[in-house]
């Protein structure tokens, strides 16, 4: 991989090429950071719940150590 120069006038330049591709009216800010299509919504859900999980499994294996000490 190339290293990337920090020239003052390539940073600028690549901060200007973003910005052209971007759309940032209000009404689309929150679909470039959401997936709000039915897999997208379903997909944080099941992340959600896993991580729910975890945690309530790691709480239950902390109580169990904590009675050993």
């Known amino acids: ?11 600028r330049a690549r901060l200007q090429r973003a910005s052209d591709l ?3 009216r209000p009404e689309h800010r929150l679909d470039a ?5 039915p897999s997208g919504v379903m997909r944080r859900l099941r992340i959600a ?3 729910r999980d975890l945690c ?3 709480n239950r294996a902390g109580r169990g150590q904590a009675g050993d000490l």
Do not use: Q, T
Not at 1 to 11: C, K, L, Q, R
Not at 33 to 37: A, C, I, T, V, Y
């Open 22 to 24: 971007a759309d940032l």
């Open 33 to 37: 950071k959401l997936d709000m299509s």
């Open 56 to 58: 309530n499994a790691l």
């Open 49 to 51: 719940s896993e991580l």
């Open 1 to 11: 991989m190339s290293p990337v120069s920090m020239a003052p006038e390539d940073v």
